[in-house]
């Protein structure tokens, strides 16, 4: 079946610090779209990616689709304490709905 | 945030007792869905809806009924419940507009002893 591979799947850094998180799939992925969920909270839309290559920012965070459309990284400049959470990939299976990576927790230490 | 809530937010129950999980969305959109949250695990699709009295599984069905008989309201039924179940259940709505965003409601903890 469908594997989204998320890496790694805890991350700690010092507040400051960059962090990256990587969605990996064997087979070509549609469209990604990346969540937040912050802890004790619910997932968040992020951002969706479509096209090969793709790249996008909001603020501290950059995203990138591969060339393959086989991969997806979510990069934060300078953490902050309000960066974590965990992070969710997923990619569109058929014509409604998502198929959920395993996600990365991010812890920020002050 | 999308008007999504879910009742009850927390439950405790005991193996074999039957489990009805309620969501409901005030903005009338077609496409519902009921996931399952475990660590390790991601997200994962139980059920989805995609109008009133269409339902279809998902990746983890085994185990879980859905209704829909109101636009508003997408309810996941656990005949029989089973500690294996013990999980934290999110339902979610797809908006219309050419994109696949989903936007979840708050979650309902289940705990199954």
């Known amino acids: 079946g469908q594997q989204v591979m998320q890496i790694p799947q805890y991350q700690h850094v010092q507040e400051g610090e960059d962090f990256t998180t990587y969605c990996n799939s064997s087979t070509t992925l549609s469209n990604i779209q990346w969540y937040k969920q912050r802890p004790g909270g619910h997932p968040v839309f992020l951002i969706q990616l479509v096209k090969s290559g793709e790249v996008k920012k909001q603020k501290r965070l950059t995203f990138q689709f591969g060339e393959a459309k086989k991969n997806s990284s979510l990069h934060i400049t300078a953490t902050q304490t309000t960066d974590v959470g965990t992070y969710f990939c997923a990619d569109q299976t058929g014509a409604n709905n998502l198929f959920f990576g395993t996600g990365t927790r991010l812890t920020v230490i002050p | 945030d999308a008007g999504i809530t879910q009742s009850p937010r927390h439950k405790v129950t005991e193996t074999g007792t039957p489990v009805t999980l309620r969501c409901h969305q005030t903005e009338n959109h077609r496409y519902m869905y009921w996931y399952r949250q475990d660590p390790g695990h991601g997200l994962r699709l139980i059920h989805y809806?995609?109008?009133?009295?269409?339902?279809d599984k998902g990746e983890v069905s085994d185990g879980y009924s859905v209704s829909r008989s109101k636009t508003e309201d997408f309810l996941l039924t656990l005949e029989s419940a089973t500690s294996s179940q013990t999980s934290v259940y999110f339902c979610?709505?797809?908006?219309?507009?050419?994109?696949?965003?989903?936007?979840f409601g708050p979650g309902t903890r289940l705990t199954v002893l």
């Open positions: 979610a709505i797809r908006r219309g507009g050419g994109t696949d965003t989903q936007y």
């Open positions: 809806s995609y109008g009133v009295k269409d339902t």
